[in-house]
């Protein structure tokens, strides 16, 4: 079934190349939309305290936090560096005459795709932000004028930029799941979320975006704190090779399946844009079924940072908190804290997804520079 799904995400690639002209010239510029999963820096922004914004948030690779999820890099750093860019600056951190032409980073942790008030009306409270992706797309919005000038060149600025549009959505569920609210309440919100995905999608591709790539939700069934929090002696419930949770990773594929639905729909409206799946999910399964060829000796399910228990995720002790444990040498772990992944872990998705174009021939040049960049190559 691995397979089957990576024979179709490489297809799609294929298909989709297939029917774009490619852009010949490097990305220069990248702009990322989501959540905790690329926020580089912008609830710390907005906030004066987080859990994520204390030791040993950042230790790895920055030696200090930075408001990112991760004891070091995220996904989008990687893909910033592998293709020759800055790490991507947070939007809210803009100082004066910051000028954003290599891109800016609009993602913040816990955002939602849907807006906030769409969860008050159901009780659901986001305790951490209320900076939805429409909120985020007001903020690009907002941006546009420094970055071209809308009569003529926009349209060239944008035809060399990366647009990032997630990972999101899966706060959306997150936030309900462990409020408790029962599975078939949180199967309604789908819809609704691919929706609001898509639309964004489609308002970049409004304002020139020609490459969009637009990742999917990860098997929040294999992480630590949906484990302990879902905890079941019933064993049916576990798949037998990786330990994680079926029923959470079955509600992941649906998403999933919809979210690229929905993709395939707007290729047909949009045949010059290349709208690129990126496969979270699938990438990361790998490492969780076979963790030891990805250098995961310490396995997949126990989180390097955090308050102990069977999964070393205790949610009134998190990482970040005093009490809280950290693991000696996070690159064996894949889960950070429980909710989100390791700069290893990270970065071994990153390579996949870039690696994923590996195999296209020799049609667009815009999809060799991920793979002829410095980092990768010595990673190879
Ligand atoms: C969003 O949250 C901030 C602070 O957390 C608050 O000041 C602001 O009014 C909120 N905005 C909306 C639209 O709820
Ligand atoms: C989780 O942390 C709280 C607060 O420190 C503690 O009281 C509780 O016993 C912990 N739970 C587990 C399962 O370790």
């Not at 639905?261 to 790998?286: C, G, Q, T, W």
Request: with cysteine; proline share 4%; net charge negative.
């Amino acid at each position: 079934m691995a397979l089957h799904s990576l024979m179709f995400s490489l297809l799609t690639v294929l298909l989709v190349l297939a029917r774009t002209e490619p852009v010949l010239c490097d990305f220069t510029s990248i702009f990322s939309f989501g959540d905790s999963i690329a926020d580089t820096g912008n609830l710390l922004c907005l906030k004066s305290d987080d859990h994520s914004f204390r030791f040993p948030y950042g230790e790895t690779y920055f030696g200090h936090p930075t408001g990112r999820c991760s004891n070091g890099r995220l996904i989008v750093d990687f893909m910033a560096q592998s293709l020759g860019l800055p790490l991507l600056p947070p939007y809210l951190a803009q100082t004066n005459g910051q000028d954003f032409q290599q891109g800016a980073n609009f993602a913040v942790s816990g955002a939602t795709a849907l807006d906030n008030a769409f969860y008050e009306e159901r009780g659901i409270h986001n305790i951490c932000t209320n900076n939805s992706l429409g909120i985020q797309l007001g903020w690009f919005k907002e941006l546009l004028p420094s970055l071209c000038d809308q009569s003529s060149n926009c349209l060239n600025f944008f035809s060399r930029s990366l647009f990032l549009v997630g990972e999101i959505g899966g706060n959306d569920y997150n936030h309900a799941f462990l409020e408790g609210r029962s599975l078939e309440e949180i199967r309604t919100f789908v819809p609704g979320v691919i929706d609001a995905i898509s639309s964004a999608v489609q308002m970049v591709v409004e304002h020139g975006a020609v490459t969009v790539m637009v990742p999917g939700n990860f098997p929040i069934g294999c992480f630590s704190s949906y484990l302990m929090v879902f905890q079941s002696s019933n064993e049916e419930d576990y798949d037998p090779q990786t330990g994680c949770l079926r029923w959470l990773n079955e509600f992941s594929m649906n998403h999933n399946h919809l979210l690229q639905k929905e993709l395939d729909r707007m290729r047909d409206l949009h045949p010059h844009v290349s709208i690129i799946y990126a496969d979270y999910y699938n990438a990361a399964m790998r490492f969780f079924r076979y963790p030891l060829q990805f250098g995961f000796s310490e396995g997949c399910l126990t989180a390097c940072c955090g308050g102990g228990g069977p999964y070393n995720y205790n949610k009134s002790l998190v990482c970040g908190n005093r009490g809280a444990r950290v693991c000696d040498d996070p690159s064996l772990y894949v889960s950070w804290d429980g909710m989100h992944l390791t700069e290893a872990a990270y970065k071994a998705i990153a390579y996949y997804i870039l690696q994923g174009f590996k195999d296209i021939p020799d049609s667009s040049h815009q999809y060799l520079t991920f793979i002829t960049s410095k980092e990768l190559l010595q990673n190879t």
